[in-house]
Antibody
Framework: QVQLVQSGAEVKKAGASVKVSCKAS????????MHWVRQAPGQGLEWMTW????????NHAQNFQGRVTMTRDTSISTVYMELSRLRSDDTAIYYC??????????????WGQGTMVTVSS | QSALTQPASVSGSPGQSITISCTGT?????????VSWYQKHPGKAPKLMIY???NRPSGVSNRFSGSKSGNTASLTISGLQAEDEADYYC????????????FGGGTKLTVL
C-alpha cells in the first residue's frame, strides 16, 4: 500500500543540525511532490518546504530561510529534510506529506508517522 | 499567529451538525480553490478530509462536506459521531511571497 515511513526520534543540542528521512513506497516516487509540515507542542500545523522528486526543484517558507534543506534520493525513494542552527522552538513533530497529484498546490493525501525532534539547550 | 483564522473550539451532540469556519484573504482562501481540511487525533498523523474546497478523498464519509464563500471556507460535519472528536485544520495554497501553503490554527471539536 501507499505509505511514507520516517526515521526515528532525535534529540539535539541547540545550534546543531538534524536530518530526517521519509521513505516512500507503493507508488511512483517521482510523480508526486513531497512536503514537510511540523507541529510544535500545543501548537498548530506549520508548512515548511516542498520538493519535486522528479526535478529536484524545491521551495521553503521564508521563516526557515537559510536553515532548511530538502533533498531526495530517487534510487531509494527517499526524501530528506535537514534543519540547521536548531533552536528550542524547533522542538516539534515533523511530518512528511505527499501532494495528491503532480502539482505543488495539491492537498496532502498521504502522511508519514511523524518524527519527534527535541532541541535541548 | 496563524495565517488562516479558525475558531478555537466547537462542540455538538451526537447526531447533530457542526460547521467550522476558516477565514483568510484574497491571497489564499479567496484567491484559489485549493482549500483543504485535515482531521488530527492526538498522537496520530493528520488525515485529509476535504481537498479543493469541496472534494472528498476516497474512503472519507459523506458526512463531511466543504464549501467556500469569498475569503471564508467552511467544513460541515453532519450526523456527529464520537469518533469525529479531534482537531481540524484548514489549509490553503497562497500567493504570499513568504510561503506556499498556510494552515489555520486548528479547531478542537468536542462531541458532547
Amino acid at each position: 500500500q501507499v505509505q511514507l515511513v520516517q526515521s526515528g526520534a532525535e534529540v539535539k543540542k541547540a545550534g546543531a543540525s538534524v536530518k530526517v528521512s521519509c521513505k516512500a513506497s507503493g507508488y511512483t516516487f517521482t510523480g508526486y511532490f513531497m512536503h514537510w509540515v511540523r507541529q510544535a507542542p500545543g501548537q498548530g500545523l506549520e508548512w515548511m518546504t516542498w520538493i519535486n522528486p522528479n526535478s529536484g526543484d524545491r521551495n521553503h517558507a521564508q521563516n526557515f530561510q537559510g536553515r532548511v534543506t530538502m533533498t531526495r534520493d530517487t534510487s531509494i525513494s527517499t526524501v530528506y529534510m535537514e534543519l540547521s542552527r536548531l533552536r528550542s522552538d524547533d522542538t516539534a513533530i515533523y511530518y512528511c506529506a505527499r501532494a495528491m497529484a503532480g502539482r505543488p498546490y495539491d492537498a496532502f493525501d498521504i502522511w508519514g508517522q511523524g518524527t519527534m525532534v527535541t532541541v535541548s539547550s | 499567529q496563524s495565517a488562516l483564522t479558525q475558531p478555537a473550539s466547537v462542540s455538538g451532540s451526537p447526531g447533530q451538525s457542526i460547521t467550522i469556519s476558516c477565514t483568510g484573504t484574497s491571497s489564499d482562501v479567496g484567491g484559489y480553490n485549493y482549500v483543504s481540511w485535515y482531521q488530527k487525533h492526538p498522537g496520530k498523523a493528520p488525515k485529509l478530509m476535504i481537498y479543493d474546497v469541496s472534494n472528498r478523498p476516497s474512503g472519507v464519509s459523506n458526512r463531511f462536506s466543504g464549501s467556500k464563500s469569498g475569503n471564508t471556507a467552511s467544513l460541515t460535519i453532519s450526523g456527529l459521531q464520537a469518533e469525529d472528536e479531534a482537531d481540524y485544520y484548514c489549509s490553503s495554497y497562497t500567493s504570499s511571497s513568504t510561503l506556499d501553503w498556510v494552515f489555520g490554527g486548528g479547531t478542537k471539536l468536542t462531541v458532547l
